[in-house]
């Protein structure tokens, strides 16, 4: 997949700017705060319609504006067709519009999937430090963007999960009601059950390659799977569990309890690792995430690499260059403040097309190489 042109108008601090990008590294260089991830984030909520940081919508229009607009023309290689128009907008006051060569959506998770993308950013620390729910949504973002049926099961257990959640506050003593939530639950949290299992089984072998090269050997690490569902039924665990979810007012057992076990070395990283092995480790799960979603649809996604270097050695940094400028990857966009290392890193370990976009305070100026 490519991103030939954005155009952007409002979105967050980008009052306006109009780019054009090369086929393969995209760098954009500036100072902290001046918008660089901003630019970044616009791709993402193309591609995912939501921005990466989670924000409302509201809370991503320009500070005194009424609206935002991204627009991007996308062409995906493989298949060989027409480029799409992909346009997002949002009004304060109103909802958010999603089009596709000028076709609104009826619904957004019919979008989810259609342009493939993997970010790496400074946030995605929070999946080795912050709590199972991140690891949860970070392997829920990348089955979802190649199974539209594990999209429709996440989205129905959670709602049922919402909806037995209301019924414990409530201190309902209605069986019925509760065999016919917990029935569906079962059906739908074993189908994501089994769907993570073969993920992580196959992921997990990608990941440590990776890993090895970002490392050049130097680290073992590995991922394993948590789950309630891998030591029986959910129904059974459910209906069992009852009373004590009655007293602590939610439900204690299924799939939305599930964790990804981070280890370097056989421990958990997040208690051994040192800045520059978490670094690699996230870089490495990132990477892996890519060669997935490549491998399973046969498009190539687009890579967002936000402040990756950060807190890597030279030695690091390279290896980085080099794993990202293979033939494997396709069009690839990187921001970073200091523009002389940049442009020197890419001339010494890339040699393919690269591009240089100065970034200002929220203004973009195009250095094309």
Same mark, same amino acid.
């Given at each position: 997949?490519?991103?030939?042109r954005?155009?952007?108008?409002?979105?967050?601090?980008?009052?306006?700017?109009?780019?054009?990008f090369?086929?393969?590294?995209?760098?954009?260089?500036?100072?902290?705060?001046?918008?660089?991830?901003?630019?970044?984030?616009?791709?993402?909520?193309?591609?995912? =319609?939501?921005?990466?940081?989670?924000l409302?919508?509201?809370?991503?229009?320009?500070?005194?504006?009424q609206?935002?607009?991204?627009?991007?023309?996308?062409?995906?290689?493989?298949?060989?067709?027409?480029?799409? *128009?992909?346009?997002?907008?949002?009004?304060?006051?109103?909802?958010?519009?999603?089009?596709?060569?000028?076709?609104d959506?009826?619904?957004?998770?019919?979008?989810?999937?259609?342009?493939?993308?993997?970010?790496?950013?400074?946030? !995605?620390?929070?999946?080795?430090?912050?709590?199972? !729910?991140?690891?949860?949504?970070?392997? !829920?973002?990348?089955?979802?963007?190649?199974?539209?049926? @594990?999209?429709?099961? *996440?989205?129905?257990?959670?709602?049922?999960?919402?909806?037995?959640?209301?019924?414990?506050?409530?201190?309902?003593?209605?069986?019925?009601?509760? /065999?016919?939530?917990?029935?569906?639950?079962?059906?739908?949290?074993?189908y994501i059950f089994?769907?993570?299992?073969?993920?992580?089984?196959?992921?997990?072998?990608?990941?440590?390659?990776?890993?090895?090269?970002?490392?050049?050997?130097?680290?073992?690490?590995? *991922?394993? @799977?948590?789950?309630?569902?891998? =030591?029986?039924?959910?129904?059974?665990?459910? /209906? @069992?569990?009852?009373?004590?979810?009655?007293?602590?007012?939610h =439900?204690?057992?299924?799939?939305?309890?599930?964790?990804? !076990?981070?280890?370097?070395?056989?421990?958990?990283?997040?208690?051994?690792?040192?800045?520059?092995?978490n670094?690699s480790?996230?870089l490495? *799960?990132?990477?892996?995430?890519?060669?997935?979603?490549?491998?399973?649809?046969?498009? =190539?996604?687009?890579?967002?690499?936000?402040?990756?270097?950060?807190?890597?050695?030279?030695?690091?940094m390279?290896?980085?260059?080099?794993?990202?400028?293979?033939?494997e990857?396709?069009? +690839?966009?990187?921001t970073?403040?200091?523009?002389?290392?940049?442009?020197?890193l +890419?001339?010494?370990?890339?040699?393919?097309e690269?591009?240089?976009?100065n970034?200002?305070?929220?203004?973009?100026?195009?250095e094309?190489?």
């Open positions: 997949m490519l991103l030939n954005l155009s952007i108008i409002n979105y967050k601090n980008i009052a306006e700017a109009s780019l054009n090369c086929d393969g590294i995209n760098c954009f260089v500036g100072n902290n705060g001046v918008g660089k991830t901003n630019l970044l984030d616009s791709v993402y909520y193309l591609a995912c =319609t939501k921005s990466r940081s989670g409302m919508d509201s809370l991503n229009v320009r500070h005194g504006e609206f935002f607009m991204i627009q991007g023309e996308f062409t995906d290689e493989p298949s060989g067709s027409a480029p799409m *128009l992909i346009q997002a907008g949002y009004k304060v006051g109103g909802r958010k519009n999603f089009k596709n060569c000028g076709k959506y009826q619904r957004m998770a019919d979008h989810i999937g259609l342009i493939p993308v993997v970010i790496v950013s400074p946030s !995605d620390s929070n999946l080795i430090e912050d709590w199972s !729910d991140n690891r949860r949504k970070f392997i !829920d973002g990348v089955i979802s963007q190649y199974s539209k049926e @594990y999209l429709y099961h *996440l989205i129905k257990y959670n709602t049922l999960l919402s909806d037995r959640n209301s019924y414990l506050k409530q201190q309902s003593d209605d069986e019925v009601l509760y /065999e016919a939530c917990e029935a569906q639950m079962a059906e739908s949290g074993k089994e769907a993570r299992s073969k993920f992580i089984e196959e992921f997990a072998k990608v990941f440590n390659e990776y890993y090895a090269k970002i490392s050049m050997d130097k680290e073992q690490v590995s *991922l394993e @799977y948590k789950s309630h569902l891998a =030591t029986g039924d959910l129904r059974q665990m459910l /209906e @069992y569990s009852r009373k004590l979810d009655l007293i602590v007012g =439900t204690t057992k299924g799939i939305h309890k599930d964790d990804l !076990d981070m280890l370097l070395g056989g421990y958990s990283i997040k208690k051994v690792g040192s800045q520059g092995q670094k480790f996230l490495a *799960l990132k990477f892996a995430q890519f060669n997935y979603l490549k491998r399973i649809t046969g498009r =190539t996604p687009i890579l967002l690499l936000d402040d990756i270097f950060d807190k890597l050695d030279a030695e690091r390279e290896q980085i260059i080099k794993i990202v400028s293979d033939d990857f396709g069009q +690839i966009f990187i970073d403040t200091n523009r002389d290392n940049l442009d020197a +890419i001339k010494r370990t890339s040699g393919g690269y591009r240089i976009f970034v200002s305070e929220g203004a973009v100026s195009d094309t190489c």
